[in-house]
């Protein structure tokens, strides 16, 4: 069984197995991140991993889970919104029963 050595901030150095490792990379940003939970205090520790990390992880054994950023974080796609686009959010906020008292004027 391959072991991975991880410092949890509260209790100091330890070693854990592969399987109590979470590996989440982000492509887009070019960046990943590891977690596990610490076998002393219980505390989930998450940390930046590097390519080299993610690597390593993922030859080890590591499933990574792959995640894209949300369009609405990647930047403007299609300009500004427009007042279709909010009527189209109006429409689904009633839609759902979540739309404020304050919309009702709109």
């Given at each position: 069984?391959?072991?991975?050595?991880?410092?949890?901030?509260?209790?100091?150095?330890?070693?854990l197995?592969?399987?109590a490792i979470?590996?989440t990379?982000?492509?887009?940003?070019?960046?990943?991140?590891?977690?596990?939970k610490c076998?002393?205090?219980?505390l989930i520790?998450?940390?930046p991993?590097t390519?080299?990390?993610?690597i390593?992880?993922?030859s080890?054994?590591?499933?990574?889970?792959?995640?894209?950023?949300?369009?609405?974080?990647?930047?403007?796609q299609?300009?500004?919104?427009?007042?279709?686009?909010?009527?189209?959010?109006?429409?689904?906020?009633?839609?759902?029963?979540?739309?404020?008292?304050?919309?009702?004027g709109l």
């Open positions: 069984m391959a072991i991975v050595n991880v410092t949890c901030p509260k209790c100091g150095d330890q070693s197995p592969l399987a979470t590996l990379e982000f492509p887009l940003l070019g960046m990943g991140l590891y977690r596990f076998k002393y205090c219980s520790v998450s940390k991993a390519v080299k990390q993610q390593q992880l993922r080890a054994g590591v499933q990574a889970q792959i995640l894209d950023l949300p369009l609405t974080l990647q930047g403007p299609e300009g500004p919104m427009t007042d279709d686009d909010l009527r189209k959010f109006r429409i689904a906020l009633e839609q759902y029963n979540s739309c404020p008292e304050d919309f009702n």
